[in-house]
């Protein structure tokens, strides 16, 4: 009997290990503020863009590591988020670009 129960520890021990590992994983998603819902405040991780004309626009909306964005609203592609004290409108190309936290 002692020896079957030692015998199955390894195995549970190893789904408990495998099932906290994948809820750290799944509480660390990327999420872009394409998907980010409305009125919640959220933290730049990054900008994630190839184009550097991208990334230049973006800086100068005060889009960068550590600012702090709110979506306000989402209407036909378009986003309006604040930073800080101002609101802009920005596409989906450019939303999917800011990398939150």
């Known amino acids: ?9 390894p195995n549970i021990l190893a789904k408990l290990s495998s099932s906290k590992n994948q809820t750290t994983i799944q509480n660390r ?15 730049i991780e990054n900008v994630a863009s190839n184009d550097p004309k991208m990334n230049d ?15 306000i609203s989402h209407l036909s592609g378009n986003y309006v988020i604040a930073i800080k004290d101002a ?11 800011i990398i939150l936290v």
């Open 1 to 9: 009997m002692i020896k079957a129960v030692f015998s199955l520890l």
């Open 29 to 43: 998603q990327v999420k872009k503020l394409y998907n980010a819902e409305l009125s919640r405040m959220y933290t």
């Open 57 to 71: 626009f973006l800086f100068t909306l005060g889009c960068f590591k550590g600012q702090q964005v709110t979506v």
């Open 87 to 97: 609101r802009y409108s920005i596409d989906a190309d450019l939303a999917k670009a």
